[in-house]
């Protein structure tokens, strides 16, 4: 199965940001839409990086008071892994626990067309399996 597969049933909508907005906004839309990462749009609309809640709680160990007026542009991860929806989802599993990240931006011809999380992942192949278990119970009933 592709990713595809997984942005049909969740859609498509990802929550953006630009490098220059404060950690304190950013913190607010995580919080507001209950998500875990925003994706960072930089020029020509590109994706320039990644912020999630884990590098925000990680940077208030560092940079304590002064986090909530830092910028976006000092704190994402501006080297992004991405996957096309012609990805299996097998594919993504790996890399997600190989690179050890939660979240990864969905890219079709250049354009930013959804996020995938591993909860995405990992609810989609308990459904597969279910269904699997499902026909193999039905299979030796019959």
Do not use: W
Request: net charge neutral; aromatic share 2%; charged share 20%.
């Amino acid at each position: 199965m592709q990713v595809t597969e997984i942005l049909k049933t969740k859609g498509g909508t990802v929550v953006t940001t630009s490098p220059e907005t404060t950690i304190d906004n950013v913190a607010r839309i995580l919080r507001d839409m209950r998500i875990g990462v925003v994706i960072v749009i930089g020029v020509a609309g590109r994706i320039a990086g990644i912020i999630s809640e884990r590098d925000i709680a990680r940077a208030v160990a560092i940079h304590g008071a002064t986090l909530p007026a830092m910028r976006v542009a000092d704190l994402m991860t501006s080297s992004v892994v991405t996957c096309s929806p012609e990805n299996s989802i097998n594919e993504i599993m790996t890399t997600m626990t190989a690179h050890r990240f939660r979240h990864m931006p969905v890219v079709k011809d250049g354009a930013l067309v959804g996020v995938i999380s591993i909860g995405d992942v990992v609810k989609y192949r308990l459904g597969e399996l279910e269904t699997e278990a499902s026909v193999l119970h039905e299979y030796i009933r019959a």
